[in-house]
């Protein structure tokens, strides 16, 4: 199933309800752990478990007199579970069900934007093979160069995916760490046992070392990670944005039918999704540079990190999620013009020969620095006088007394600069 626009599994991650629900998660399995270690009885722990609900409306009530979310969590559950809630958050503080807390929400958000990631991945490779050969015009500096094909674009993109699947899976192990190690990350009023219980239910690692805070190192690599994916997605979106070019027009958008262009032509068909993927990747690299800020804290913690992931983190992932799904969908209905290709390639008269033939008359003996000069000559008269790059290097002896005309001829087979597609296909996996 392609992403389409309309995401709402990973915007449930980031619901209110369902952060209160880890935090839930987190201080009943503390509890275990307590009485596992006989600090707090069994039954309560039973009774913690039967009873701990919270509501989100008086959470808010609460945290508006207290001015702490934490605090006002615990209030509300303990409204719930009664005299036993006094063994509820024992010896924690609260950024151990914050940092804890969070890196659930991260790893789940990972778990579906890697989901997006090969669907994604899968499109670009059935694509790809689908215009392997498909002839096409490389360009550098944005002027023609030599012949590759839109498949090798395609593959490049698909190869470019993979390396970002792995980035995305290595910060999602990175993050997966949580930490139940109290005000200062000392362990004080806690056994080092109920951290490690806690986070092996929740299939996190404990972190190895902590303050009262997770390191904002491990965000910020999955913020730029995350950045990092949506710059890819930038790129191979302002590639179609060229080639949607009017004057190029040798792949474009979709078009549905009844959608409108612009309000004053009526004949326009513009790249918006491509371009609204472009402008939505400066959102997720601001974000990432938010991200890194927050690594530097005072001492074992403040909180200028915390208002700041309050909306990156969440917006981020909400983010990636819908550019991937937007992204899919272009790749998948992209409109393809083969023919166009084949009219833009033979724009330059056989230009795109030129090292072609610079080559073969240096293999004949001709220095270099002559063979340059003499092709370069040609060139230039197809440029300024549109003439056929081949037929002018016919008429130049300089040329003629190193290469026959059937040796110029066999130049300009297109056949040979495709020539190892098959090998980068298999190179890339495809």
Same mark, same amino acid.
């Given at each position: 199933?392609?992403?389409?626009?309309?995401?709402?599994?990973?915007?449930?991650? $980031?619901?209110?309800?369902?952060?209160?629900?880890? $935090?839930?998660?987190?201080?009943?399995?503390?509890?275990?752990?307590?009485?596992?270690?006989?600090?707090?009885?069994?039954?309560?722990?039973? +009774?913690?478990?039967?009873?701990?609900?919270?509501? +989100?409306?008086?959470?808010?009530?609460?945290?508006?007199?207290?001015?702490? *979310?934490?605090?006002?969590? %615990?209030?509300?559950?303990?409204?719930?579970?009664?005299?036993?809630?006094?063994?509820?958050?024992?010896?924690?503080?609260?950024? *151990?069900?914050?940092?804890?807390?969070?890196?659930?929400?991260?790893?789940?958000?990972?778990?579906?934007?890697?989901?997006?990631?090969?669907?994604?991945?899968?499109?670009?490779?059935?694509?790809?093979?689908?215009?392997?050969?498909?002839?096409?015009?490389?360009?550098?500096?944005?002027?023609?160069?030599?012949?590759?094909?839109?498949?090798?674009?395609?593959?490049? $993109?698909?190869?470019?995916?993979?390396?970002?699947?792995?980035?995305?899976?290595?910060?999602?192990?990175?993050?997966?760490?949580?930490?139940?190690?109290?005000?200062?990350?000392?362990?004080?009023?806690?056994?080092?046992?109920?951290?490690?219980?806690?986070?092996?239910?929740?299939? %996190?690692?404990?972190?190895?070392?902590?303050?009262?805070?997770?390191?904002?190192?491990?965000?910020?690599?999955?913020?730029?990670?995350?950045?990092?994916?949506?710059?890819?997605?930038?790129?191979?979106?302002?590639?179609?944005?060229?080639?949607?070019?009017?004057?190029?027009?040798?792949?474009?958008?979709?078009?549905?039918?009844?959608?409108?262009?612009?309000?004053?032509?009526?004949?326009?068909?513009?790249?918006?999704?491509? /371009?609204?993927?472009?402008?939505?990747?400066?959102?997720?690299?601001?974000?990432?540079?938010?991200?890194?800020?927050?690594?530097?804290?005072?001492?074992?913690?403040?909180?200028?990190?915390?208002?700041?992931?309050?909306?990156?983190?969440?917006?981020?992932?909400? !983010?990636?999620?819908?550019?991937?799904?937007?992204?899919?969908?272009?790749?998948?209905?992209?409109?393809?013009?083969?023919?166009?290709?084949?009219?833009?390639? /033979?724009?330059?008269?056989?230009?795109?020969?030129?090292?072609?033939?610079?080559?073969?008359?240096?293999?004949?003996?001709?220095?270099?620095?002559?063979?340059?000069?003499?092709?370069?000559?040609?060139?230039?008269?197809? $440029?300024?006088?549109?003439?056929?790059?081949?037929?002018? !290097?016919?008429?130049?002896?300089?040329?003629?007394?190193?290469?026959?005309?059937?040796? %110029?001829?066999?130049?300009?087979?297109?056949?040979?600069?495709?020539?190892?597609?098959?090998?980068?296909?298999?190179?890339?996996?495809?």
């Amino acid at each position: 199933m392609i992403p389409r626009y309309t995401r709402r599994e990973i915007g449930k991650i $980031w619901s209110e309800e369902n952060k209160f629900q880890t $935090w839930l998660d987190i201080e009943i399995l503390a509890c275990e752990a307590q009485a596992e270690l006989g600090v707090i009885p069994r039954d309560a722990v039973k +009774v913690i478990r039967e009873k701990a609900k919270f509501n +989100v409306k008086r959470i808010d009530e609460i945290e508006a007199e207290v001015k702490h *979310d934490v605090i006002a969590f %615990l209030t509300n559950v303990g409204e719930y579970v009664g005299a036993e809630s006094r063994f509820i958050h024992l010896g924690m503080t609260s950024s *151990d069900v914050l940092d804890t807390g969070l890196a659930i929400q991260m790893k789940q958000s990972a778990d579906l934007l890697l989901k997006d990631m090969r669907e994604l991945e899968i499109i670009l490779a059935r694509r790809a093979k689908e215009f392997k050969y498909t002839l096409t015009i490389g360009r550098t500096h944005g002027v023609h160069a030599e012949p590759t094909t839109f498949g090798l674009k395609l593959a490049l $993109w698909y190869d470019e995916t993979k390396r970002n699947i792995k980035r995305l899976e290595n910060a999602k192990e990175n993050i997966s760490c949580g930490q139940i190690s109290g005000a200062v990350g000392t362990y004080e009023h806690l056994d080092p046992f109920v951290e490690k219980y806690v986070c092996e239910k929740l299939g %996190l690692k404990p972190a190895p070392i902590s303050t009262q805070i997770l390191q904002r190192d491990l965000h910020a690599e999955f913020m730029t990670t995350v950045a990092i994916i949506g710059s890819s997605l930038e790129k191979f979106a302002t590639e179609i944005r060229h080639l949607q070019k009017t004057e190029v027009l040798e792949a474009e958008e979709y078009f549905s039918k009844g959608q409108k262009g612009s309000s004053a032509m009526p004949h326009k068909r513009n790249p918006i999704t491509c /371009e609204r993927v472009a402008g939505l990747a400066r959102v997720l690299r601001g974000n990432a540079q938010a991200a890194m800020e927050n690594i530097s804290l005072w001492h074992e913690r403040d909180i200028t990190h915390s208002s700041v992931e309050r909306i990156i983190i969440p917006d981020s992932c909400i !983010l990636l999620d819908y550019m991937l799904g937007l992204f899919t969908d272009i790749v998948d209905k992209l409109i393809v013009y083969p023919e166009n290709m084949n009219n833009n390639l /033979e724009l330059t008269h056989g230009l795109v020969f030129s090292q072609s033939v610079l080559l073969a008359l240096t293999k004949k003996g001709m220095k270099r620095e002559n063979a340059y000069a003499a092709v370069q000559k040609s060139a230039m008269d197809v $440029w300024q006088n549109k003439k056929n790059f081949k037929d002018v !290097l016919k008429s130049d002896k300089s040329i003629t007394n190193y290469l026959s005309n059937s040796e %110029l001829d066999e130049l300009f087979d297109l056949k040979k600069s495709i020539r190892n597609v098959d090998y980068i296909f298999k190179q890339v996996g495809l």
